[in-house]
């Protein structure tokens, strides 16, 4: 709820001083502009500041028996609550250091008694006229940060939206599930967050760039949509001439992100993972992948991590014309892979994280439903 001043009613001004004629003083000079507390003592003043309703401007005294002007000034001045009620000091202490110290603890004036009334009640005005501008500006701003706030997740949905439908899009025409999608996505989160702080990979895996990559994972096999389905969908082995065509799938898909992102006519951070993650998911560790017969450190990071998500994946996973393996011989195709197909740390980060990667698989399990949809959807493609 805003503090913001309402004009609608009086503004409540706060007279604190030890001196029983200065508050009936001040008491009838602000009462019929303003809803007038007092408080005799500092303590008194702390304890009005901090109830249910507290004062929108403060008239404090400096000397005072127990906490002084001071005191009480620094005490609502250290507190978040309370710090953005102005304070003016009304004192009969008239040294220029009295008042430049006053003034460094918050204060916004500083009034030396005896009081002349039109000055007081001009000054209270003024501050308060600044509060009532300060409050508003503060509600804007809250508003507009929500706004933003809104605006910036609802972009965040409609990206991840579109993200998942190019990928489904690629799903359909594929052997693959939707959710093989978001088991590769989750696997891609698991190895990253592990290696994260790893000599290796710190300086690339940050929680930012997790995120990205976890939003980028999806389309590692967009390409697939310009595959001709005698070959994408063909359930055997290829053909030395077919797997040639097979393998443009990679180059299919990066081009086709720089595409978008050229007609969009600004990079996108994320999809710059997309297209290293399209592109390079094939290659190995020991230079014998595809399409570029990549080696070690020249393949991405990311691109490494999608290679292992994937093959796992895909070992695991039952398909319309095969059954899945079982965990354990993925595991050791995997582990066998260790610096030949796959970066050796990401392997030992997978053998580390191998119980996780089994949950996300059965969280995420293709149910039978999902199989014969993907069937269906098969024949229907093909005739």
């Not at 004009?7 to 029983?20: A, I, S």
């Not at 359930?235 to 299919?252: A, N, Q, S, V, Y």
């Not at 710059?272 to 020249?298: C, R, V």
């Amino acid at each position: 709820m805003s503090d913001a001043l309402d004009f609608t009613q009086k503004p409540t001004v706060l007279v604190v001083d030890d001196t029983p004629d200065n508050l009936s003083l001040m008491s009838g000079l602000l009462k019929d502009l303003y809803k007038v507390k007092v408080a005799n003592s500092g303590e008194k003043a702390i304890k009005i500041v901090h109830s249910d309703s507290p004062p929108d401007l403060i008239l404090l005294d400096i000397m005072m028996p127990g906490l002084s002007g001071y005191d009480v000034c620094k005490i609502l001045k250290d507190d978040y609550k309370t710090r953005d009620i102005p304070i003016i000091f009304l004192t009969a202490m008239t040294a220029t250091e009295d008042e430049k110290k006053g003034l460094e603890l918050g204060a916004v004036d500083f009034i030396t008694k005896p009081v002349n009334p039109p000055i007081v009640m001009a000054r209270v005005a003024t501050q308060l006229q600044v509060k009532a501008a300060a409050d508003f500006l503060k509600d804007q701003n809250a508003y507009l940060e929500t706004e933003v706030a809104k605006r910036t997740k609802e972009l965040a949905a409609i990206q991840d939206v579109t993200i998942l439908a190019m990928a489904s899009l690629a799903e359909t025409r594929d052997n693959d599930t939707g959710n093989h999608i978001r088991r590769t996505q989750y696997y891609m989160e698991l190895l990253a967050n592990y290696l994260k702080n790893h000599d290796r990979f710190r300086g690339f895996l940050s929680d930012h760039t997790i995120t990205m990559l976890f939003k980028s994972a999806p389309l590692h096999d967009i390409g697939k949509v310009g595959i001709p389905d005698r070959i994408l969908l063909k359930p055997g082995r290829f053909e030395p001439h077919e797997f040639e065509i097979m393998k443009t799938h990679c180059k299919l898909g990066r081009d086709a992100i720089q595409h978008a992102e050229d007609q969009l006519g600004l990079e996108v951070e994320f999809l710059k993972y997309a297209k290293e993650i399209a592109y390079s998911h094939q290659e190995k560790w020991d230079g014998t992948g595809y399409p570029e017969a990549l080696a070690g450190d020249f393949i991405p990071i990311s691109a490494r991590l999608m290679a292992v998500a994937d093959v796992y994946d895909a070992l695991i996973s039952r398909r319309v014309y095969k059954s899945g393996m079982p965990h354990e011989k993925a595991v050791g195709i995997i582990a066998e892979g260790k610096g030949t197909h796959f970066d050796p740390d990401i392997v030992d980060a997978f053998l580390a994280l191998q119980e996780q990667f089994q949950e996300v698989a059965k969280r995420y399990a293709d149910s039978d439903e999902d199989l014969h949809a993907k069937a269906e959807t098969l024949k229907v493609i093909t005739g």
